[in-house]
């Protein structure tokens, strides 16, 4: 499990979510892969001043060093080139789950959203502790 998710304070079942989400990234397929970034290209298409502002939120809950390194460590694990859509999907939810405590359930949503085409429980890990 990556220490950037863990926090002071997390419980076992917080490392539980974390390590679900890891391993559903690394087992996604082919087609799954290609599912979730047709569904980020749609969703930055149609929302992209939303989905700006909740990588914003995610940011200002985190902090600027901790949002890099969460985006980062989940988006390389998606195996994807980087900037492709797959690899924005990954870096979003990995943030989203990460301050999953600090962000309304629309910002959530926006960020988890295209991943959860092909992991549909992240939908309902924003109120997970």
Known sequence: MSRAFVKEG????????????YQGLL???NPARELVGKRQLHAWL???PAIEAARREA???LGAVSYREIFE???????DPPQSPTWWA???AATAI????????????????PLAVALPWLKDSANQS
């Open 98 to 113: 990460a301050a999953r405590r600090r962000l309304g359930s629309e910002p959530f949503g926006l960020l988890v959203g």
């Open 10 to 21: 997390d419980s076992a079942a917080s490392g539980s979510l974390v390590d679900r989400f």
């Open 59 to 61: 940011l200002e809950a």
């Open 27 to 29: 087992g996604l397929s």
């Open 73 to 79: 460590s989940a988006a390389e694990r998606a195996g």
């Open 46 to 48: 149609a929302s992209q």
């Open 90 to 92: 990954a870096g979003d």
